[in-house]
């Protein structure tokens, strides 16, 4: 789970201000370059036209990734940046090895995404437009480790994870912030995803967002992992047509501006959602097993 610690917002307002990269004011981004979705139009091989990998290793480092990594048995942390698509992004970090290929610990792929407001009520928020950093792809995993009763595996994990989820959203808070960005977007693939983000993520959808408090609400008494697989597996049913509910697939979004988080937090969306949540009721099937309960 992201557990947001405490001092989340006073560490990422404290270190929006220090000049991770040396040579940043060279590469300072104007809103021409990243409106225009050219996130790799200002300088060549930078992060978001902004990081070099001096810089990157400057962030991990000050955050311990590097450190917490090493400590699960990795020596050899680097990081490995693919800038040559200029719509997307691609940060990896390898452990590198005296034989064999290095092992990918992490895997993060962003792109510029433009999100236009429009809820199903009257809102002024209606019509605007916000420049944002979307996750398409992000893996942090510990290849070397088995899953356990403690650390069960979940639909679409190959590996356990590395357990840096909430750095890893404070550096994406900091990486969008930085360079002009107002908010992040995720699209969750798998209910786990979904609930993971949402401590601080809403659906732009007051709909979507009701589906998943729907769930929680009906189902919420089950351990994560297996509420997880029995979505995965088909055994959760709406009740109301009594047939499998099928996980969709709906913009999080994570506001970094005042107005347009305020949304999130009105009157008018709250009501939407419980208005929306009247429409699910959710049951389990009483057939289904968990496939580990098998063994």
Not at 67 to 91: A, Q
Request: hydrophobic fraction near 40%.
């Amino acid at each position: 789970m992201f557990n947001i610690n405490e001092k989340f917002w006073e560490i990422v307002n404290r270190l929006l201000d220090i000049d991770f990269d040396t040579n940043w004011n060279d590469f300072s981004l104007a809103e021409k370059d990243l409106y225009t979705l050219n996130i790799g139009g200002r300088g060549e091989g930078l992060f978001l036209g902004y990081y070099s990998v001096n810089g990157l290793e400057l962030i991990f480092n000050k955050y311990h990734i590097f450190e917490k990594i090493r400590k699960k048995g990795y020596e050899n942390p680097v990081i490995v940046l693919d800038t040559s698509d200029p719509y997307k992004h691609r940060l990896r970090v390898v452990n590198r090895e005296t034989t064999g290929p290095p092992p990918v610990l992490i895997d993060l792929i962003v792109r510029s995404e433009t999100v236009c407001i429009d809820l199903p009520y009257e809102s002024s928020q209606n019509g605007k437009t916000y420049e944002t950093l979307a996750i398409e792809w992000l893996q942090m995993q510990d290849v070397r480790r088995p899953f356990t009763a403690r650390r069960p595996r979940l639909p679409g994990q190959e590996h356990p994870g590395l357990g840096i989820g909430s750095e890893a959203l404070e550096l994406l808070v900091i990486a969008a912030r930085r360079v002009g960005l107002q908010g992040i977007v995720n699209i969750p693939n798998h209910f786990h995803n979904a609930y993971f983000y949402s401590r601080i993520f809403h659906y732009e959808n007051p709909r979507e967002q009701a589906k998943l408090k729907a769930i929680l609400r009906d189902l919420g008494k089950m351990p994560l992992h297996k509420l997880a697989w029995a979505i995965e597996e088909g055994a959760v049913m709406e009740s109301k047509s009594d047939k499998p509910f099928e996980w969709f697939t709906g913009r999080q979004v994570f506001p970094l501006i005042s107005g347009w988080s305020g949304m999130y937090r009105s009157r008018a969306y709250k009501k939407a959602v419980e208005a929306f949540m009247k429409e699910y009721k959710f049951k389990l099937d009483k057939n289904w097993i968990y496939k580990e309960d098998i063994k």
